[in-house]
Nanobody, 126 residues
Framework: QVQLVESGGGLVQDGGSLRLSCTTS????????MGWFRQAPGKERDFVAAITWSSDTPYYADSVKGRFTIYKDAAKNTVYLQMDSVKPGDTAVYYC???????????????????WGQGTQVTVSS
């Protein structure tokens, strides 16, 4: 059984910063990639950022490029999302996801991932 637990969400002002964490536990995998997605009320779950585990290659949605940074601490089985210069449009539930292998799918799509966390709410006030 694999668990992904997100933390670090909360209320932040427009232009502020927040750091999300996602720690995996349970059965150990050599992950192919881990990513962050977000879902605002009434909208689909969208890609935010991802990182490949072996090469540390980051990927970002255009909407967060230059403001968000994804990085990992392999020893802690944890991936982070540093969110800077946040905007009200960043308000959403943020989900962490983990992919066990590359199956020809972009890390920017939901189907690339095998495990998901329960989500953490991020609210940006204007």
């Amino acid at each position: 059984q694999v668990q992904l637990v997100e933390s670090g969400g909360g209320l932040v002002q427009d232009g502020g910063s927040l750091r999300l964490s996602c720690t995996t536990s349970g059965r150990t995998f050599n992950w192919y990639a881990m990513g962050w997605f977000r879902q605002a009320p009434g909208k689909e779950r969208d890609f935010v950022a991802a990182i490949t585990w072996s090469s540390d290659t980051p990927y970002y949605a255009d909407s967060v490029k230059g403001r968000f940074t994804i990085y990992k601490d392999a020893a802690k089985n944890t991936v982070y999302l540093q969110m800077d210069s946040v905007k009200p449009g960043d308000t959403a539930v943020y989900y962490c996801a983990a992919a066990t292998s590359y199956r020809g799918r972009s890390v920017q799509i939901l189907r690339a991932y095998d495990y998901w966390g329960q989500g953490t709410q991020v609210t940006v006030s204007s």
